[in-house]
């Protein structure tokens, strides 16, 4: 079964900084990956998925992300952060064969925004 | 432009009670899903269901049910709830999984739980 790690439980980066967040997954093959943002009580948005291809993916609101196969890795970067980015992220892993698009979640990494 | 709706949105249970959460969407998807979001767990699959009348188990689904009898809608049922389904439970539904690509899905806003 495929697993999904975000080391960072909460990062506080200043405004206009550039900003990344880890992912690490364990996957027996090449994953479908997915970056959502969870602004406070709203439900998840997309941010960025990799299906294949071009390893690094540009997203919504200014995000990217690389996948690292050598690292099973899909690290979501910002390069210069707003206000309103302050969020929870999650990184998501789904297996290529599994029914239903099921995915596995990690556990979130919460961003806080200094002014 | 609705999306996922999910009713209700908070709603608080004493131990022992039933209750359902539902769940709508309106873009035709075929698959549907439950999870629970707890700190630090992220989000956790409940039950899901790839199309209408079918459900199946996902990785936490001890002390839940579910059904989809219509394809826009997927009702999560407890039972006779416990403290520890405390939570905040959201809804997700997909597209039809595609030959070589994945298709990502969309979440409603939650529903906030709690069972005293």
């Known amino acids: 079964a495929q697993s999904v790690t975000q080391p960072d439980i909460h990062i506080t980066v200043s405004e206009g900084a550039s900003l990344e967040l880890r992912c690490n997954y364990s996957?027996?093959?090449?994953?479908?990956l997915f970056w959502y943002v969870q602004s406070p009580g709203q439900g998840l948005q997309l941010l960025l998925k990799?299906?294949?291809?071009?390893?690094l993916v540009q997203g919504i609101k200014g995000f990217e992300a690389e996948f690292k196969r050598s690292q099973s890795s899909f690290n979501l970067r910002k390069p210069s952060v707003h206000w309103s980015d302050a969020a929870e992220y999650f990184c998501?892993?789904?297996?290529?064969?599994?029914?239903?698009?099921?995915?596995?979640f990690g556990g979130g990494t919460r961003v806080l925004v200094k002014p | 432009n609705a999306g996922v709706t999910q009713t209700p949105k908070f709603r608080v249970l004493k131990t022992g009670q039933s209750m359902t959460l539902l769940c709508a969407q309106d873009?035709?998807?075929?698959?549907m899903y439950w999870y629970r979001q707890d700190p630090g767990m992220g989000l956790r699959l409940i039950h899901y269901?790839?199309?209408?009348?079918?459900?199946a188990k996902g990785e936490v689904p001890d002390g839940y049910n579910v059904s989809r009898l219509k394809k826009q809608n997927f009702l999560l049922g407890l039972e006779s709830a416990a403290p520890s389904q405390t939570s905040v439970y959201f809804c997700?539904?997909?597209?039809?999984?595609?030959?070589?690509?994945?298709?990502?899905?969309?979440f409603g806003d939650g529903t906030r739980l709690s069972i005293l």
């Open positions: 996957y027996g093959a090449t994953p479908y």
């Open positions: 873009m035709n998807h075929e698959y």
């Open positions: 997700a539904s997909s597209p039809l999984r595609q030959v070589y690509s994945n298709q990502p899905q969309h």
């Open positions: 269901s790839v199309g209408e009348g079918t459900t």
């Open positions: 990799y299906f294949s291809g071009d390893t």
């Open positions: 998501a892993v789904g297996a290529r064969k599994a029914a239903g698009n099921k995915l596995t």
